[in-house]
């Protein structure tokens, strides 16, 4: 498993709605919209020892995908960020924290889908763990394709960042029985849209390519990434890639707030180039940490 239990969360205080409680009083109702159907939607966020990582722009990303799903009452930027430099301060957390920032439309007046059940208004739930980068980006990561292809516009949008994982755990299952990190996603074309939980790249003939962000989040890692490779004089191009194309890649990797920039060593049971060999990666890697650090609120 990439992920473990850390001692360090046992008595955290989490935000909810307007108020900070204890680990083991961090509850929502049995009506809450994100227990009835996944009707929530959410952030990933890291915090390093300059600040909160692309603050801004997560809460705007969040902003945009409850404004999407016609949420009535969206908390002010200002609300937000007080909730979750209250919730830091709160824990003494500084560095190796992730937020899971979600907005839910709140509790039901009885059980059922319709958002005018909605009487208490949204709640939003701050959660700040110790929890350092999830995956080992010296070794890198093995993957395997889903059969789950990731949602186009056609179904659900990728756009919207919302509760209702399903698409991405099934996917992730399939992972997990294959003995594999994480499982590649295609859209209903059989391009690569992106992994279970992080956009992807390649890399060929020193050419920096990802797919067009339409059946993958829009990810804030991977449009740094892009700028970061621009700023370089990488070429970069965002297009339909197939598989074929990623298993003669010379390089890959993922990227997300979970993980940063992790490189993929296998998909599909080919072993991609040497991992010594990913120049492109490591020179990405590299200016991302540094250009990371313009991107960070103090609190
Ligand atoms: N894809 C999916 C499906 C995700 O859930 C995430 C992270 N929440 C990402 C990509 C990476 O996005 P970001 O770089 O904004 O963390």
Not at 65 to 72: E, G
Not at 141 to 149: A, E
Not at 150 to 169: A, E, G, V
Not at 224 to 238: C, G, S, W, Y
């Amino acid at each position: 498993m990439l992920q473990k239990y850390d001692d360090r969360n046992a008595s955290i205080k989490v935000w909810i709605k307007d108020k900070l409680v204890d680990r083991k009083d961090a509850k929502v109702s049995v009506f809450d919209s994100t227990v009835q159907g996944g009707d929530a939607v959410w952030e990933g966020i890291r915090v390093y020892k300059q600040g909160v990582f692309c603050l801004d722009l997560h809460i705007d990303r969040m902003e945009d995908s409850a404004r999407a799903m016609a949420f009535s009452d969206i908390p002010s930027r200002e609300f937000i960020k007080n909730a979750i430099f209250e919730t830091l301060r709160a824990n003494g957390m500084i560095d190796d924290v992730h937020i899971r920032l979600t907005l839910s439309r709140g509790e039901k007046l009885t059980s059922g889908m319709d958002p005018r059940l909605n009487a208490f208004g949204s709640i939003l739930i701050v959660l700040a763990e110790w929890k350092p980068p999830v995956y080992d980006n010296d070794k890198g990561i093995k993957i395997i394709t889903s059969t789950i292809r990731r949602n186009s516009p056609m179904n659900l949008d990728s756009k919207i960042h919302h509760n209702n994982l399903i698409n991405n755990i099934l996917a992730k299952i399939q992972a997990n029985h294959a003995g594999a990190d994480d499982a590649l996603m295609l859209d209903n074309y059989g391009f690569l849209a992106e992994m279970n939980g992080t956009n992807i790249f390649i890399v060929k003939d020193k050419v920096l390519l990802t797919p067009h962000a339409d059946a993958c989040l829009h990810g804030i890692t991977r449009a740094l990434i892009i700028e970061t490779a621009k700023n370089l004089d990488i070429q970069v191009q965002e297009r339909n890639i197939s598989l074929t194309e990623l298993y003669s890649a010379d390089e890959a990797f993922g990227t997300g707030s979970m993980g940063e920039l992790t490189p993929i060593y296998e998909v599909d049971g080919r072993r991609l180039s040497d991992r010594r060999k990913n120049n492109i990666t490591s020179i990405l890697s590299d200016a991302f940490h540094e250009l990371s650090l313009n991107y960070c609120t103090k609190f």
